[in-house]
């Protein structure tokens, strides 16, 4: 450690490239999600507790399906990103690559769950 | 020149030593809402694959959304969806570099706190 230039400790420990990136697909998603949310509130809400057949039919119909399908996709990589930077901060070692593996595959395994399950309805 | 001192620098007051202040809590609260909102989006998303799956398993899926633990679950998460919806406005503000002045953030945070709970009722009464 002694013998390492000041240079040689900051190459390649991240420069601002890709957290610009990161943070700029967080501001889309941020928006999209502003748009997307009080319409998956007001059409996913009144189901809950509703017949199965009325739910059924209720998501047949395009806007509440095609709403409910971003809404899945948009919410689990906005929280990919979100719960990265989470872990990136009180998670530190081995267990932090871990735990981003495992909720990276959590958030698209959701995501492919979510909009298999409003196609099936849907179609 | 390489710093000799690496590692053995005092090091400055950090979260422990500071009082609450509003714009630190309306930031935590920011991740706990956002990351604690997963537990009510993988239940959504169990809904509609119990939805698609069969009548029965629909029945199971919703019985337990609608339950009193559910209803618990759902409000509280209706709740941080609103905050953390305000606070991430409150964020894309601070981005355009509007309201970073300290008496400005801390009447957003207010705003922030006082428009989750004002939707909450809304969301609670209108669905």
């Known amino acids: 450690m002694a013998y390492l230039t000041d240079l040689k400790r900051a ?67 906005h929280f990919k990103t979100g719960v990265q930077m989470l872990v990136e901060d009180y998670v530190h070692g081995l267990a932090r690559e871990i735990t981003i593996i495992l909720l990276t595959c959590l958030s698209y395994g959701a995501a492919a769950t979510g909009v298999f399950a409003i196609a099936k309805i849907a179609l | 020149m390489a710093d000799v001192n690496r590692g053995k620098r005092p090091l400055s007051p950090h979260l422990t030593i500071y009082r609450p202040q509003m714009t630190s809590i309306t930031s935590i609260f920011t991740r706990i809402t956002g ?17 698609a799956t069969s009548s029965e398993y629909f029945a199971v899926a919703d019985g337990l959304i609608t339950s009193w633990f559910g209803d618990l679950v759902m409000t509280l998460s209706v709740w941080a969806l609103w905050y953390h919806a305000l606070a991430g406005v409150r964020h894309l503000i601070w981005d355009a570099g509007y309201g970073l002045e300290i008496e400005t953030a801390e009447k957003l945070g207010l705003a922030v706190i006082a428009g989750s709970l004002v939707l909450t009722i809304i969301t609670i009464l209108a669905v």
């Open chain 2, 35 to 51: 990351n604690a909102l997963l537990v009510a989006a993988l239940l959504i998303v169990w809904w509609f694959l119990a939805a």
């Open chain 1, 11 to 77: 190459v390649g420990m991240g420069s601002a490239r890709e957290g610009t990136k990161r943070h700029w697909s967080m501001t889309k998603s941020s928006v999209a999600l502003l748009i997307l949310t009080p319409f998956f509130v007001f059409t996913f809400g009144p189901m809950l507790g509703q017949p199965h057949d009325a739910v059924m039919a209720y998501f047949a119909r395009p806007f509440p399906a095609i709403v409910a399908a971003l809404m899945v996709v948009t919410s689990f990589m």
